[in-house]
């Protein structure tokens, strides 16, 4: 049995964790610690009573190390942080406190409970990371594999790997028992509407334009979040301390694809079910045109990396890690846990978040 700390649990892939590890280590104690910013929703985690919610935020060592000794912790699975890459180049400053600072006051609580006061008994952290850290390839490039040399092009994927070596340091210098995961594009329940899937799924829904950044082939590879979290559970499980492991979903797709496969999967379920058409009477599909038409071209993100792609053989040959799901199958599930989870995600898109959004992609339009 074990006692998890997971920081960022009320956030996209958080949440997902701790439904997963809930389901499958049910006798486990867990405690979630999260600042409840923008990004992180306490209703992501409706129906698990008996889990202990910590509303605060990673930065404060002392809450941080005094949740270690008061609930036994032994496991800290780190998903807390900024993640939004167009959010990093308005405002950098956020990912540099959250991302690098709160990550060392992590390292630092956890080196203060669990080697200094030398109880000396097993310990786990786990640290969530990213594959942007590695930087962007171009078409014929092989995939990132662990040995990829780090080459962060924005902020976030800078602060996300000065995170990931304040880990190795902390590993390599004290001790501390760590492993990194470096995973690719998630998507599924309960991710933030910002992020291209949800945003675009819901915008089909609510008639709004579907802003597709430069000319929309810049590729990801999909990751279906319960696939990572079954990844995650393989590093705790057998993972050799002080290594790093990236988890792909194997389906590397241009954003045109990816849209044109929401944009079906929409217009698929309205054609089946004519409820949907009173439900979102602004959708192009509830008036029987194509979602596609909603496709608006706009100026790129700055520093736009072109392509992300994954070399799992790591921990396909160490530990078996293999994903369930493909993009077809993910992506339909996922459209579905949309379509009857509206009240979440009419909740978590409030007036601030609109207001952002607004101001910084209104007027982007270059391409009606
Ligand atoms: P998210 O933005 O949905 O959630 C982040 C969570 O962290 C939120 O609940 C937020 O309230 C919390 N948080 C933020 N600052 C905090 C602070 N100072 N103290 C405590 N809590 C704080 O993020 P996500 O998409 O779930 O990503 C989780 C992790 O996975 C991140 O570390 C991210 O870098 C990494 N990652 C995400 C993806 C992806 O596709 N979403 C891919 C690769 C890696
Ligand atoms: O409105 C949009 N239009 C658009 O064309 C948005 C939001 C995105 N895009 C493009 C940009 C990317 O090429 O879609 C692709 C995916 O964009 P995001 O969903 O913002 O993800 P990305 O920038 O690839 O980063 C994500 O994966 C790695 C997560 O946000 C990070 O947290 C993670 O580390």
Request: net charge negative; aromatic share 10%; hydrophobic share 35%.
């Amino acid at each position: 049995m074990a006692n998890l700390l997971v920081t960022g649990g009320a956030g996209f892939i958080g949440a997902n964790f701790v439904h997963y590890w809930r389901e499958h280590h049910p006798n486990d104690g867990m405690v979630v610690l999260d600042a409840l910013t923008y990004a992180g929703n306490r209703t992501s985690l409706a129906g698990l009573e008996s889990l202990r919610f910590v509303h605060g935020d990673i930065r404060a060592t002392e809450i941080v190390s005094s949740l270690i000794r008061d609930h036994d912790i032994d496991t800290i699975v780190h998903f807390a942080a900024e993640s939004h890459v167009d959010r990093s180049i308005d405002g950098p400053d956020a990912f540099i406190d959250t991302n690098i600072t709160g990550t060392h006051s992590l390292l630092k609580a956890a080196k203060s409970e669990w080697l200094d006061r030398g109880s000396g008994r097993p310990h786990r952290f786990h640290h969530i990371s990213t594959d942007e850290v590695y930087g962007s390839l171009g078409p014929d490039d092989p995939p990132f594999s662990e040995l990829t040399p780090y080459a962060p092009n924005s902020p976030y994927s800078a602060s996300k790997a000065g995170s990931d070596h304040l880990v190795r340091a902390y590993h390599h210098t004290f001790g501390l028992q760590t492993t990194t995961t470096n995973c690719s594009n998630n998507y599924g329940p309960y991710q933030f509407p910002e992020k291209l899937i949800p945003l675009f799924l819901i915008n089909c829904l609510t008639g709004k334009p579907l802003p597709i950044y430069g000319d929309g082939m810049n590729v990801r590879d999909w990751l279906y979040v319960k696939d990572h979290c079954r990844g995650i559970e393989l590093v705790l499980d057998r993972g050799q301390v002080g290594q790093t492991y990236n988890i792909g979903g194997g389906e590397e797709l241009p954003n045109l694809t990816v849209i044109d496969v929401i944009c079906a999967a929409v217009d698929e379920r309205f054609n089946a079910d004519p409820a949907l058409a009173a439900r979102f009477p602004d959708a192009p599909a509830a008036k029987g045109q194509a979602s596609s038409s909603l496709k608006t071209f706009v100026t790129d993100r700055l520093g736009h990396d072109r392509r992300y792609a994954i070399d799992e053989r790591k921990i396909q040959e160490e530990l078996g890690y293999r994903p369930a799901r493909d993009f077809k199958s993910g992506l339909a599930a996922t459209v579905d846990w949309y379509l009857a989870h509206e009240n979440w995600w009419r909740a978590v898109m409030d007036g601030s978040y609109r207001v952002w959004l607004e101001r910084n992609y209104g007027s982007r339009a270059t391409v009606g």
